[in-house]
Each structure stands twice: as structure tokens, then as C-alpha cells.
């Protein structure tokens, strides 16, 4: 049994996300960290992934829960939605589900609109594989 890190399902989702085709046949950038108004839009910004233990046995964890915010930036409000929508699409192929979803900002430094989506996946150490949390 193995210990599954924060950085290794940050590494996961930001892979995942990278194969994602937004805008006709083109990858979107994704980034971990904020963007500036010399970034490159669309793009999605991973948040770290926060995680608690749900079992452990001898001190190694057996069973994590991983919760991570993902950022849609776009200039237009329905392109942020439909990349929310591809992430959501993508994310599923390992049982990573969205469990909420804030209203769309404006950011006045960079001009671009903002989606904020929560995910949510448990890992199983003994199964070496991602489970539904709900």
C-alpha cells in the first residue's frame, strides 16, 4: 500500500484537464496559479487540493478525501459554463464529481469572467482506485 499525495491528485486532474478540447479542436490553458492580464484566456486555474483521512490503518491511510476548486476564466460568461461542463464530463472518468457551484464573477483586473466549481473524490489505497464520496 502506497500513500497517495496532494501533489500526485493535483498532477491527476491537471493531466485530465490539459486533453480537454474547449474551443474548436484547442486545449485551454490550465494553471495553478491565478491568472494576470498576460495570461493566456480561456483557461482553468486548479486549486490545491485539500485532504482528509477517513481511515488509516498502522498510520498509513487507507481511504483520503480529496476536495479541489477549479476556475473557468473566459470573456464570456456561457464559454465558462461550458467548459464547467467539459470539466465536469472529464473528471467523471475517475469518479471525480462536482458537488457545488458559485455564481460567475467579473474580475475588473483582468476583464474576464470567473466560474468557480467545487470537486470531490475519495481514494482508496487498497483498491488503488478513485470511489464516489456520495
Not at 84 to 91: E, F, G, P, S
Not at 121 to 130: D, E, G, L, W
Amino acid at each position: 500500500m502506497k500513500d497517495f499525495t496532494t501533489e500526485q491528485m493535483s498532477d491527476i486532474v491537471n493531466d485530465m484537464l490539459e486533453e480537454i478540447e474547449d474551443v474548436k479542436g484547442q486545449n485551454t490553458e490550465t494553471t495553478l496559479t491565478m491568472p494576470t492580464t498576460e495570461s493566456i484566456f480561456p483557461c482553468r486555474v486548479i486549486g490545491t487540493p485539500l485532504e482528509s483521512v477517513n481511515k488509516s490503518r498502522n498510520a498509513i491511510p487507507i481511504r483520503k478525501t480529496f476536495q479541489f476548486t477549479i476556475e473557468h476564466w473566459s470573456d464570456k460568461q456561457r464559454f465558462c459554463m461550458e467548459m464547467a461542463n467539459n470539466t465536469d464530463l472529464k473528471l467523471r472518468e475517475k469518479n471525480i464529481i462536482r458537488i457545488n457551484t458559485n455564481p460567475i464573477l467579473f474580475d475588473q483586473i483582468t476583464k474576464k469572467h470567473r466560474l468557480v466549481t467545487i470537486y470531490e473524490v475519495r481514494y482508496n489505497a487498497i483498491t488503488n482506485s478513485f470511489e464516489y464520496v456520495r
